[in-house]
């Protein structure tokens, strides 16, 4: 529990835990609410108040007041002797409501398999969460091959060095994209990773003239991937399908190939979908 600090006579104490300033215009509680929400989703299975209250800045008391609050209405749950806190089953259901909106996955997976069959690669659909600017998979059809690219369904994609990530990017404007990599900067994973802005804004014109994002071990060494944009009916990238697998068998040679694969999917699904480009 947090310890009142010692305050003159007739003033409130305030909390020795001091969270971060609130944007204007939200909730303060809904708010934290959902940021501890975010955050046992990102332990990718359960997690100790006291780790979500340091990493929330709140003090323990709140935390669980809004836990418990959560766990109350199914968004939350807690297992285990010790009483970690898990994702609960509504927060699924809630979520899963975004695919049914549109029942994407029914129309796209499919497309997936057809996708995996023909280019004997691993297949994903991954969405835009404009939250954040991050790539989202939501669908993955595996390849049969011993060596093969696995990432968790939920997992996020780095937009500069994945390729469902770049093609998003190629849809920025410059001001739009400025701002994202001043907000969110280069991470760096690989020495082949794109690290200044000038040469991933030429990569993103080269996306833009051939039709398709190309990951060339940027992500992760060993591992390439081929990706092109979904659109909706506003004519604005919301999902993007990708072919990822290992640089001994998406060769120089069949970069372009598969790259051929996804744009004509992406485009059959863009249609499908009622969207435009």
């Not at 006291?50 to 935390?63: M, R, Y």
């Not at 007041?65 to 509504?90: C, E, K, N, P, S």
């Not at 049914?100 to 023909?118: D, G, I, W």
Request: with cysteine.
């Amino acid at each position: 529990m947090a310890t009142p600090v010692p305050t003159k006579r007739g003033k409130k104490p305030r909390s020795a835990a001091t969270p971060a300033a609130q944007p204007t215009g939200q909730v303060q509680s809904l708010t934290r609410g959902l940021k501890l929400l975010e955050a046992i989703a990102e332990s990718h299975g359960s997690v100790a108040l006291t780790e979500l209250a340091q990493q929330s800045g709140l003090p323990n008391s709140t935390t669980h007041r809004l836990l418990t609050t959560m766990q109350q209405l199914g968004f939350v749950r807690q297992v285990g002797d010790l009483g970690y806190w898990t994702i609960g089953a509504h927060a699924f259901v809630v979520g899963s409501s975004f695919l049914q909106s549109r029942n994407l996955l029914a129309m796209v997976h499919p497309m997936l398999r057809s996708l995996m069959e023909s280019s004997g690669e691993t297949v994903n659909l991954a969405v835009l969460d404009l939250s954040d600017h991050q790539a989202v998979i939501i669908d993955q059809v595996q390849c049969t091959q011993l060596m093969r690219m696995s990432a968790p369904i939920g997992g996020k994609l780095p937009m500069h060095a994945s390729g469902a990530g770049k093609a998003f990017l190629a849809n920025l404007s410059e001001q739009q994209l400025t701002e994202l990599l001043h907000r969110k900067g280069l991470h760096h994973y690989t020495p082949h990773t794109l690290m200044s802005p000038h040469s991933l804004k030429e990569n993103l014109a080269l996306v833009r003239k051939t039709g398709y994002a190309f990951d060339d071990e940027e992500h992760a060494l060993g591992l390439r991937c081929v990706a092109a944009c979904i659109y909706d009916e506003h004519g604005e990238p919301f999902a993007a399908i990708s072919i990822s697998g290992p640089i001994s068998r998406i060769t120089d040679d069949r970069v372009t190939e598969i790259g051929a694969m996804v744009i004509k999917a992406a485009k059959e699904i863009t249609r499908e979908y009622g969207g435009h480009h």
